[in-house]
């Protein structure tokens, strides 16, 4: 991965540890390198989202799958990080671009540059608005104010949406842009302003209740514009081979040798009840003859230790490839909104609900390596059939886009929260998620808390914040999560 490469050969006076001058390719390489890095983490000091929807659970340490924010400062680091590494890296990086002299000839360059960050830097703001609701956005990012006010996080939604607008009329097709810099595309512009769109249509049915008129005009528009149309255009980061440059959960339990996460009984069971042809490639069975072949699915229930690591199912061995991938919107999402959408009533979308949820399944069970002929046989069965929906069409868009976004906890949380399948204890229906034993709060987190040391560094815009929101516990709605 490109980070910067500075030359060996540099002139007797020049310091090594402290170059005149930083590219700005370098910094948004390393800005892109940080929002990969913490989007895909498997660390719970930092992103505990997987819990949240159930997908995994500890087996040793079971207070982050219990909810408990304060015992490693969840809250603190993941605001850290996005602020001061990734946002300001991005922001900083369009500081240099505005700062350098082009000619003409590259200007067309110069702009896609300044929006293909522009874009990077909305992905991340989105990921914060989503977690913690009302942010510091418009006063962030200045050195010169350490007390930056809160914005509504309605309002900087809006702003995200028409950044995105801006970015995409500024993205020139044909000219370069990033090159090898850009982590995702090689700097390639149309797959850029495909995730553009893409993006936008997502934020948009974010809005889907709480402002209908305002998501059918903007997810419009982003139809219009054109949106990733097929799963080679999805973007993907992409990790090496080599250490530090590798996936968090190769990281996690190669390198550093744990044992302490595994896939829950609530995601396992759901998928094994449905016959659903990618649980042998997402889930390992247990051995138990030591032929080296798996016996049979013994999933860790959520939130209750296991004292043998070995007796329960775990990862299959493509998860714990260094250079395993990790995607952050495709082609599958684009599907379930677009069946979302055409539910829903009132966007412009061509084709049906039933269409784009077949496709959106199709194209998720070929990703994790499974065919087109087990994709039909399994959305011919009654339980996934959405002609079965009898018009409770969120819990099957929400149960099958919750199992094809196994492993993005960041996006498999939201659409959770939007549809509100599968659903919780709570509820009455079909509990697929399971309370665990010693839960902090009586209820799936739907926020994270603000950061623990805010009241002490921003105490009167942190109270005004959490005024305005109604509380900082983990059950105040954010404003698109409408119940």
Request: net charge negative.
């Amino acid at each position: 991965m490109i980070v910067g490469i500075i030359s060996c050969e540099l002139p007797d006076n020049a310091d090594p540890k402290n170059p005149r001058q930083v590219t700005p390719e370098s910094v948004f390489a390393n800005a892109q390198r940080q929002l990969g890095d913490y989007v895909s983490t498997m660390d719970y000091n930092i992103n505990i989202s997987r819990f949240f929807v159930q997908y995994w659970t500890e087996v040793t340490y079971t207070d982050e799958v219990k909810y408990d924010f304060a015992n490693r400062q969840i809250p603190d680091n993941l605001w850290n990080v996005f602020y001061q590494n990734v946002l300001m890296d991005f922001k900083e990086s369009k500081k240099i671009i505005n700062n350098t002299d082009y000619l003409e000839s590259e200007y067309d360059m110069r702009d896609n540059r300044l929006a293909i960050a522009d874009i990077m830097q909305v992905y991340a703001w989105h990921i914060l608005v989503d977690a913690f609701g009302d942010i510091p956005y418009s006063e962030a990012l200045n050195p010169d104010n350490a007390t930056p006010a809160y914005d509504d996080a309605e309002t900087i939604y809006k702003d995200l949406i028409s950044r995105l607008s801006n970015d995409l009329d500024m993205l020139t097709m044909g000219a370069s842009s990033w090159g090898e810099a850009d982590l995702f595309y090689s700097g390639d512009v149309q797959h850029w302003k495909l995730f553009a769109a893409s993006l936008k249509f997502r934020l948009a049915m974010r809005m889907a209740d709480s402002n209908p008129s305002y998501s059918q005009e903007m997810a419009d528009e982003a139809l219009s514009t054109g949106v990733i149309t097929s799963q080679d255009q999805a973007a993907v980061f992409e990790y090496t081979k080599m250490a530090p440059h590798v996936h968090s959960i190769y990281e996690w339990f190669v390198l550093d040798g744990r044992t302490d996460v595994v896939p829950t009984q609530s995601f396992v069971g759901t998928l094994d009840s449905l016959n659903d042809p990618r649980l042998n490639n997402l889930v390992s069975k247990v051995d138990t003859t030591g032929d080296g072949v798996g016996d049979y699915y013994n999933p860790q229930p959520y939130g209750i230790g296991v004292s043998v690591y070995s007796a329960v199912s775990h990862f299959t061995p493509q998860f714990y490839e260094p250079d395993f991938r990790h995607v952050f919107i495709d082609y599958v999402e684009m599907e379930f909104l677009k069946a979302e959408a055409a539910e829903r009533g009132g966007y412009d979308v061509s084709g049906s609900a039933m269409e784009h949820y077949n496709n959106a399944i199709t194209a998720s069970i070929q990703h994790w390596g499974g065919t087109e002929s087990e994709a039909s046989n399994y959305l011919a069965q009654e339980d996934v059939n959405y002609a079965t929906a009898d018009g409770n069409w969120k819990k099957k868009i929400g149960t099958q886009k919750w199992i094809a976004l196994y492993n993005r906890g960041n996006e498999a949380w939201s659409s959770w929260r939007v549809l509100d399948y599968p659903q919780t204890w709570n509820d009455t229906d079909d509990p697929t998620f399971i309370k665990p034993e010693g839960a902090k709060y009586d209820y799936v987190p739907v926020r994270y808390p603000y950061p623990f040391n805010e009241y002490e560094l921003n105490g009167s815009n942190y109270n005004a914040a959490t005024e305005e929101m109604g509380g900082d516990n983990p059950g105040i709605h954010v404003f698109w999560d409408v119940n």
